[in-house]
């Protein structure tokens, strides 16, 4: 099988695709020939392995597998004995954060991982681009406990876990304020955010309204800069650990802090996650963006373009 492999830290272009031996299965896993997977953010960071932090997940001196990828959605064409739950021909799709070395045209993924059957009525680049993005959006709102009529700022409209995170705060009936530039304004409002900030023109920490809270989908402010945004009880929460630490260090003051505080939840059970992303995609409340697609055999233009920061949604690489 062909895949996407580096046995060192290291930059786009020295990534490379190369024949490897298609992985036995043990008799929990299941083999699953890969339809289309992403390229994210988290990947770029295992790539390089930085920021450094990312080592203790992916290796500290070299990565812990050779092959890059974390997502995807496929066929199933092999089980192993014990397997009860999927049958050869499965249309699946799945995630595990830290890595499932998806960017090969085989996979071998124990059926305790976050798998599920793929709906129906979506693509298999569809059902790729619901995963990594969703699964954060998730986490980060749990830990908000919002009611319908409360108030929340999105920063970063129209990045992965922003976009899903709308969609998930309209389903509960809470008024949305988001970020984005031109041309995804219209989009958004669109999807039914009740006021899109243009960032190229204002700066959204200005903005003349107090929320419930703040959620920095892309990671690009702070808890000082947003304060002001906050109502008295109000929480920031950020994508990104911030600088020197500094969101989960606020995060474990929160408890003896009055007021406006920060929270950084950890996305621990992805099954969780994943299963509430699949209801909410057969329900027809969720439908990821996707911004640009790859041919596998492109992987490393795919990767350099994600690292630009300049990508919106989900980038797709497919599979012959």
């Not at 009860?84 to 595990?96: H, L, S």
Request: a neutral charge; aromatic letters at 12%; hydrophobic letters at 40%.
């Amino acid at each position: 099988m062909r895949a996407a492999v580096r046995y060192s830290y290291c930059s786009p272009d020295k990534l490379e695709v190369r024949e490897l031996p298609i992985p036995s299965i043990r008799t929990n896993e299941v083999l699953v020939k890969v339809k289309a997977s992403t390229v994210s953010q988290s990947d770029c960071g295992v790539l390089t392995g930085k920021p450094y932090a990312i080592r203790l997940f992916s290796g500290l001196l070299k990565p812990s597998s050779p092959i890059t990828g974390t997502d995807f959605s496929g066929i199933v064409v092999a089980r192993g004995a014990d397997v009860k739950e999927y049958q050869i021909g499965d249309m699946v799709y799945g995630f595990f954060d830290e890595g499932l070395s998806t960017h090969a045209e085989y996979v071998a993924v124990p059926v305790s991982k976050a798998m599920l059957k793929k709906p129906d009525h979506i693509t298999f680049e569809q059902a790729a681009a619901s995963l990594e993005g969703a699964h954060y959006a998730y986490y980060f709102l749990d830990k908000l406990s919002l009611n319908a009529g409360d108030s929340v700022l999105v920063n970063g409209g129209t990045g992965a876990i922003g976009n899903a995170a709308i969609q998930f705060l309209k389903h509960k009936d809470i008024r949305v304020v988001a970020t984005c530039e031109e041309p995804y304004i219209d989009y958004l409002y669109k999807m039914g955010v009740d006021y899109v900030i243009d960032y190229t023109r204002q700066d959204f920490t200005q903005f003349d309204e107090q929320f419930d809270a703040v959620f920095d989908a892309v990671g690009k402010s702070s808890f000082g800069k947003c304060k002001r945004l906050l109502k008295p009880v109000g929480v920031y929460i950020s994508s990104e650990l911030g600088p020197y630490w500094q969101n989960p260090l606020l995060a474990l003051a929160a408890p003896f802090m009055p007021g406006k505080k920060v929270k950084f939840p950890l996305p621990l059970s992805i099954n969780r996650s994943l299963e509430f992303i699949h209801e909410r995609i057969i329900e027809g409340a969720f439908t990821p963006l996707i911004d640009r697609y790859y041919l596998f055999d492109d992987i490393s233009e795919a990767f350099s373009y994600v690292q630009t920061g300049q990508k919106k949604g989900n980038v797709i690489l497919r599979f012959n």
